[in-house]
């Protein structure tokens, strides 16, 4: 079965950076979309930024060039670095994977756990 499983949250002070990753199994990671979203206390889940099977890649507006979001094809998985953190960046981070390989707007399929992130 499919699990995706984050690490890399933490508390850090306004300014400070952090990377996130995320370990895919139970599919063939090169064949799908993946994406970071985020739940900040209160508010609904959000789109944080995506990476396409081609390597493109999605930034919300509010993270645009503060957050970088890669892949590692061989280690089956997803990083976010976070750079210049804002208290507004706080929140559980989700890894996200699509749900159908090769597949357009199939995001989100599959969900990680999330990992606590926490700006002040």
């Known amino acids: 079965h499919v699990q995706l499983v984050e690490s890399g949250g933490g508390s850090v002070q306004a300014g400070g950076s952090l990377e996130l990753a995320c370990i895919v199994s139970g599919l063939t990671f090169a064949e799908y979309d993946m994406a970071w979203y985020r739940q900040a206390p209160g508010n609904e889940c959000e789109l944080v930024s995506t990476i396409g099977t081609d390597d493109s890649t999605f930034y919300a507006d509010s993270v645009k060039g503060r957050f970088s979001i890669s892949r590692d094809l061989p280690a089956y998985s997803l990083y976010l670095q976070m750079n210049s953190l804002r208290p507004e960046d706080t929140g559980i981070y989700f890894c996200?994977?699509?749900?159908?390989?090769?597949?357009?707007?199939?995001?989100?399929?599959?969900w990680g756990q999330g990992t606590q992130v926490t700006v002040s």
């Open positions: 996200a994977s699509a749900a159908t390989a090769f597949a357009i707007n199939s995001l989100p399929g599959y």
